[in-house]
């Protein structure tokens, strides 16, 4: 039996048991640990800095315009059918997937009807804090296990235009990532970051080829959107994917470093990750 096959079967048994779990209302109620994203604590941040790690930090940036399509497609299919939460990853490391789920983060918080968590989920692996420039405070297994209040976990990275993003980061690295992921301290966790008005909760999460996390974590989610990129992705590496993903709501790939221009990119676009 090949990796993926093993990674198949242990995610299809933690998705199954996951969804056991889950009350038939979708989610756990939220707790009382309730929040508005603008009353997350800012952290300052370099803009200069944030361009240097390709992030898009104003409607100037080459890639703004494809990213704003991106959110416009996203939030016309997420609101139609009522869904507030979002699984980015991709197939394997370099294909942008990071970088992806932080600026699709950054366009839905420039949507005046919208407020944004992202959230580092990548537990083996975590890095968006890297790309903010920001040292966390708050470990996020004590934010998991209610040691540490939720709302002194998040962040609010102090940039314009972004008022309405907030950040649940992570630093360390867990060996139980997938366990951590599927415990019913993350199904209270989701539902508390979720519970707001025009709340979009966005989750980094491992390659998808990697880890069964994605697969795992599957169940707590609306729907997933699948990275790939240009001359890295390789095709038995989709086809793959497309066999994991099979009976999952995938919303959408986004094809990253694209040499030609995709008319309807909301299934591919030519953005330099």
Same mark, same amino acid.
């Given at each position: 039996?090949?990796?993926?096959d093993?990674?198949?079967?242990?995610a299809?048994?933690?998705?199954?048991?996951?969804?056991?779990?889950?009350?038939?209302?979708d989610?756990?109620?939220?707790?009382?640990?309730?929040?508005?994203?603008?009353?997350?604590?800012?952290?300052?941040?370099?803009?200069?800095? $944030?361009?240097?790690?390709?992030?898009? =930090?104003d409607?100037?940036a080459?890639?703004d315009?494809a990213?704003r &399509?991106?959110?416009?497609?996203?939030?016309q299919? &997420?609101? =139609?059918?009522?869904?507030?939460?979002?699984?980015?990853?991709?197939m394997?490391p370099?294909?942008?997937?990071?970088?992806?789920?932080?600026?699709?983060s950054?366009?839905?918080?420039r949507?005046?009807? =919208?407020? @944004?968590?992202?959230?580092?989920?990548?537990?083996r692996k975590p890095?968006?804090?890297?790309?903010?420039?920001?040292d966390?405070?708050v470990d996020?297994?004590?934010?998991?296990?209610? %040691?540490?209040?939720?709302?002194?976990?998040?962040?609010?990275?102090?940039?314009d235009?972004?008022?309405?993003?907030? $950040?649940?980061?992570?630093?360390?690295?867990?060996?139980?990532?997938?366990?951590?992921?599927?415990?019913?301290?993350?199904r %209270?966790?989701?539902?508390n970051?979720?519970?707001?008005?025009?709340?979009? @909760?966005?989750?980094?999460?491992?390659? $998808?080829?990697?880890t069964?996390?994605? $697969?795992?974590?599957?169940?707590?989610?609306?729907?997933?959107?699948?990275?790939?990129?240009?001359?890295?992705?390789?095709?038995?590496?989709?086809?793959?994917?497309?066999? !994991?993903l099979q009976? !999952?709501?995938l919303?959408?790939?986004?094809?990253?470093?694209s040499?030609e221009?995709?008319?309807?990119?909301?299934?591919?676009y030519g953005?330099?990750?």
């Amino acid at each position: 039996m090949g990796h993926i096959d093993r990674a198949l079967d242990r995610a299809a048994q933690r998705a199954k048991k996951a969804r056991q779990e889950l009350p038939t209302s979708d989610l756990v109620e939220p707790s009382t640990e309730k929040f508005d994203v603008d009353a997350v604590r800012r952290a300052e941040v370099d803009s200069a800095e $944030l361009r240097k790690n390709r992030l898009v =930090t104003d409607d100037k940036a080459p890639s703004d315009a494809a990213y704003r &399509m991106l959110r416009t497609r996203l939030l016309q299919r &997420m609101r =139609t059918n009522g869904w507030n939460t979002l699984a980015v990853t991709g197939m394997s490391p370099g294909e942008g997937k990071t970088t992806t789920a932080i600026n699709l983060s950054l366009a839905l918080a420039r949507d005046v009807n =919208t407020s @944004v968590v992202l959230v580092d989920l990548d537990l083996r692996k975590p890095s968006i804090h890297r790309y903010f420039g920001l040292d966390p405070r708050v470990d996020f297994h004590d934010c998991l296990s209610g %040691r540490v209040p939720l709302t002194e976990a998040l962040v609010r990275p102090d940039l314009d235009g972004a008022d309405r993003l907030a $950040l649940l980061l992570n630093t360390n690295s867990y060996s139980n990532a997938t366990e951590m992921i599927t415990s019913p301290e993350m199904r %209270r966790l989701v539902a508390n970051l979720r519970a707001g008005k025009g709340r979009i @909760v966005v989750f980094d999460t491992p390659p $998808l080829l990697v880890t069964d996390d994605v $697969l795992a974590f599957s169940p707590f989610v609306s729907g997933l959107l699948l990275v790939a990129c240009q001359g890295i992705t390789k095709r038995d590496d989709l086809l793959a994917a497309k066999e !994991l993903l099979q009976g !999952l709501n995938l919303v959408g790939t986004v094809l990253n470093r694209s040499s030609e221009e995709v008319s309807q990119y909301y299934y591919g676009y030519g953005y330099r990750a």
